[in-house]
């Protein structure tokens, strides 16, 4: 019983989050020229884009999938893999590099146990790199979500990033 | 009606955030409130002060108290003591004290005088609130070019400051909306380059958190200028608070009759669209930025036609950086000879720049153009971090030029920087003491260049593949005799024969940072 109550209640979700996209599509159908913004909201409501959501867009805005494939790849914003729950993004600009971003970028590869772009098999997190988030005065940075740590420290990293369930 | 007694500021940027300036602002709004205060006292967010590296920081009117490092366990002291009995704490207050205002020269955060005019309100009024920046004279010049000057009075006065683009290439504003103005169509659009990628630059995300009324009230100008009747912002996608306080204040300025049709009972509609950029950094160039906000990939277009004839959707169109167009009501209000009181002769007025890296107080300054790159490490900034030795600086971003010791007495403004072929750019200084790897800097600039190539044109980008090889090579020690000439020759075809200035720039930085620091590049090759 459980665990077929969980199985709909997964899917339920599921349906609600392509609901929500139809939305979307309906506020961007037939303009091509709003692929980007209706591409932010579509990966704002799956975390990334399936296949299937890219199918969708492309059907609503009336522009060809290779298009859509096209503008994703192309901008570093969007995903085509699920990401972790926590995307943790070591800032590589000049600045934070001459302050050290490489030696935090290592630290994290290490103790996540995964190299840049990619999930941890948990998907607690995802790691990344960003280049320049300007917040150079505070190099060297790092952005968990939305949050911006600044002078962050080798030694005092990971108990920033365990913060993060 | 409520008689409100003080009016605390809470400056909120990406700085203050870090350290916590959220839990603050709850921590003070709940004490108020748990002592009763809440209908004397008012507590408002505004922009960056200008000072980094002080915790949060608030500002208590009418005595312009400041407080830094603030955190939430001082609130009860601090509302007790100063709110409710009158007295400033005196342990938390900033020494340095950032005094305002106006474009009068006075001190700021960071030590020395700055003459503010894109900078004037920014830290001192509430962002959120359009009542604020009218009450710093905001929207009059809109108001005074309508109702007294001509478009063409507007684009004369534009051009007689001699106000060039603060992005980077720095193409004289006022030509620019000429062109624009004259071109044939009935249909022409403002848009903004807020898509500050540059590494090392944040005054563009600055500006707009700390005063976003400035930058629609440029657009507004440029727009009755140029005959335009609709603007877009493109901004950076990262930049979550800059799009939230834009956001509002085209909707208040929509309310107040500013944006949307017949602007103060004239002819002159105007209304603008704030479209999120996806991380692209060849999208601030200004044909690729176009083809991202028509919703496809950002390739740079074919020049000529200049986006002034044939732009966004093939119409004319102006595309201007925030510094600049920051910089127009002021020009417009108080005239172009008012202008070219500050700065040089050939590049008159004030330029923002970020100076960060190995310095003491890292932060965001303005200064009028021409002033030496000493004045701004040592004056501004307050030298070397931990007292060490000046050992070069890159200017102007990745794209940009290294300078070496010999250049600090250089005057850092358009004009004079290009006799010493190098550039100003978007005024990034990033300063590197005695113990930065030169070989490992250039290294990261190279490394940048590859990432962010669009791949549309070959020279850039087999060439920034190539490039970040032989660099990696010469830095695991196994560099080969004539690697150094091959980086050289590389960007020299890239900078010929490149479709964009991205694959054109990179000559800059690989030819200074040998020019300066060739002996110890050269050292590194066997």
Redesign the interface.
């Known amino acids: 019983m459980v665990t077929e109550n969980q199985c709909s209640c997964e899917q339920a979700q599921e349906e609600e989050l392509y609901g929500k996209l139809q939305e979307v599509i309906k506020e961007h159908k037939g303009k091509?020229?709003?692929?980007?913004?209706a591409?932010?909201k579509a990966q704002n409501l799956f975390g990334y884009l399936p296949r299937k959501v890219q199918e969708m867009v492309a059907e609503g805005l009336n522009?060809s999938l290779s298009?859509v494939y096209?503008?994703i790849t192309?901008?570093?914003?969007?995903s085509t893999a699920p990401q972790g729950r926590n995307n943790v993004k070591v800032c590589?600009?000049?600045?934070c590099?001459?302050?050290g971003g490489q030696a935090l970028l290592k630290k994290a590869e290490k103790e996540l146990g995964i190299k840049a772009d990619e999930t941890t098999e948990d998907r607690r997190y995802s790691l990344g790199i960003?280049?320049?988030?300007?917040?150079?005065?505070?190099?060297p940075a790092m952005l968990i979500n939305?949050?911006?740590?600044?002078r962050v420290k080798t030694t005092k990293m990971m108990e920033i990033i365990k913060k993060y369930e | 009606m409520n008689l409100v007694r003080n009016h605390v500021l809470i400056s909120i940027d990406?700085?203050t955030?870090?350290a916590g300036a959220r839990a603050v602002e709850k921590a003070l709004i709940d004490e108020i409130a748990a002592q009763g205060l809440t209908a004397e006292i008012s507590v408002l967010e505004t922009g960056s002060i200008g000072a980094?590296?002080q915790g949060v920081i608030l500002v208590v009117y009418p005595e312009g108290v400041y407080y830094g490092n603030v955190t939430p366990q001082d609130i009860p002291e601090l509302v007790e003591e100063h709110l409710l009995k009158g007295r400033p704490l005196k342990r938390l207050i900033l020494s340095e004290i950032p005094v305002q205002h106006v474009i009068k020269k006075e001190k700021t955060g960071l030590l020395k005088e700055q003459p503010r005019i894109v900078l004037k309100n920014s830290g001192i009024i509430n962002p959120e609130n359009i009542d604020e920046y009218i009450a710093e004279n905001g929207y009059e010049a809109i108001a005074k070019a309508i109702t007294s000057m001509t478009p063409d009075e507007v684009i004369e006065e534009t051009k007689k400051s001699g106000l060039v683009g603060r992005g980077g290439a720095a193409f004289t504003t006022g030509m620019k909306w000429d062109f624009a103005r004259k071109a044939a169509g009935d249909i022409k659009y403002i848009v903004c380059n807020a898509d500050?990628?540059?590494?090392?630059?944040?005054k563009d995300?600055l500006i707009l958190e700390g005063d976003p009324h400035k930058l629609i009230e440029g657009m507004l100008i440029a727009g009755y200028a140029v005959g335009a009747s609709k603007g877009f912002v493109y901004i950076r996608?990262?930049?979550?608070l800059s799009i939230e306080r834009l956001e509002k204040a085209i909707a208040q300025a929509r309310q107040y009759g500013l944006l949307g049709d017949n602007i103060l009972e004239s002819t002159f509609s105007f209304d603008i669209t704030v479209?999120?950029?996806?991380?692209?950094?060849v999208c601030g160039e200004e044909t690729a930025l176009i083809e991202?906000?028509?919703?496809?990939?950002?390739h740079p277009r074919n020049k000529p036609p200049y986006p002034v004839t044939e732009g966004l959707?093939a119409k004319p169109t102006v595309v201007n950086n925030v510094e600049t167009l920051a910089n127009v009501p002021e020009i417009i209000l108080h005239g172009a000879s008012w202008f070219r009181g500050y700065g040089t002769e050939k590049c008159p007025g004030t330029k923002v720049f970020?100076i960060?890296?190995?310095v003491s107080t890292?932060?965001?300054i303005e200064v009028e153009m021409g002033t030496t790159l000493r004045d701004i490490i040592y004056e501004y900034a307050g030298g070397i971090k931990n007292g060490k030795k000046f050992k070069g600086a890159?200017v102007g971003?990745?794209a940009g030029a290294f300078l070496g010791p010999d250049m600090l007495d250089v005057k850092m403004d358009f004009v004079n920087l290009k006799e010493y072929s190098a550039v100003l750019g978007s005024g990034?200084i990033?300063v590197?003491d005695e113990d930065?790897d030169m070989l490992d800097?250039l290294k990261?600039?190279l490394?940048?260049f590859r990432?962010?190539s669009?791949g549309h044109c070959v020279p850039c980008r087999l060439g920034t593949a190539q490039l970040v090889k032989i660099i990696d090579r010469i830095s695991a020690s196994k560099g080969k005799k004539d690697d150094i000439d091959k980086l050289l020759k590389i960007a020299q075809v890239m900078q010929a024969t490149s479709f964009c200035p991205l694959g054109q720039s990179l000559y800059l930085p690989i030819s200074s940072s040998l020019k300066y620091f060739g002996g110890e590049i050269h050292s590194r090759v066997r």
């Open positions: 091509p020229k709003e692929l980007i913004m591409l932010h522009v298009e096209g503008v192309f901008y570093n914003f969007f590589l600009g000049t600045a590099y001459v302050r960003v280049r320049c988030i300007g917040a150079c005065g505070l190099a939305d949050d911006v740590y600044g | 990406a700085g955030i870090m980094t590296g500050e990628g540059e590494p090392g630059t944040f995300r996608g990262e930049y979550a479209m999120k950029g996806a991380g692209a950094y991202s906000l028509e919703g496809k990939r950002g959707w970020t960060i890296g190995n890292p932060g965001l890159l971003g990745a990034a990033l590197m930065v800097m990261s600039v490394h940048f990432h962010e669009c």
